[in-house]
């Protein structure tokens, strides 16, 4: 289980254009490392959409976003594509870092049981320690929840 103060677990994934994308690639400044279920679903498109809004904000605090699910790098070129996500998104297909972070979890929709990436936010700092865990947002109030912590 993980919890603030401890360093955030290493990844390395690829990007939506193919690219290694590391944690330690950021270190430096501030990350803001969201994992959500699926691309192209009603609460991921709002949280992303929330979060393309407001990336200005993020880029003036120095505040790197990263969206991890998943999805392929395809599905992930043609979701940034169609909502101009201009920030980062990798994918994950192994769960490497949606296990290491612990998101990978029992859900219960309609009555039914499975697993599935617990929609999670954390803020990690210039060090690379996690600053603050978000669990359960919501999909449209999230960027904005966070840029209000970052002050």
């Not at 865990?133 to 904005?144: E, Q, S």
């Amino acid at each position: 289980m993980l919890d603030v103060g401890m360093k955030a677990p290493e990844f390395t994934l690829l990007d939506k254009d193919g690219n290694s994308v590391s944690l330690k690639d950021y270190l430096g400044q501030k990350v803001v490392l969201y994992f959500y279920p699926r691309d192209n679903t009603p609460g991921c498109t709002k949280q992303a959409c929330a979060f393309a809004a407001s990336y200005n904000a993020f880029k003036e605090k120095n505040v790197q976003v990263i969206g991890i699910s998943k999805d392929s790098v395809a599905s992930h070129i043609k979701f940034a594509d169609k909502y101009n996500l201009p920030f980062v998104l990798l994918s994950d297909p192994d769960r490497i870092a949606i296990e290491a972070y612990g998101v990978w979890q029992e859900k219960k929709m309609c009555g039914k049981v499975s697993m599935g990436v617990v929609r999670t936010t954390f803020i990690i700092d210039e060090e690379g320690n996690i600053e603050k865990i978000m669990p359960k947002v919501k999909p449209d109030t999230n960027a904005a929840e966070i840029l209000e912590y970052l002050g």
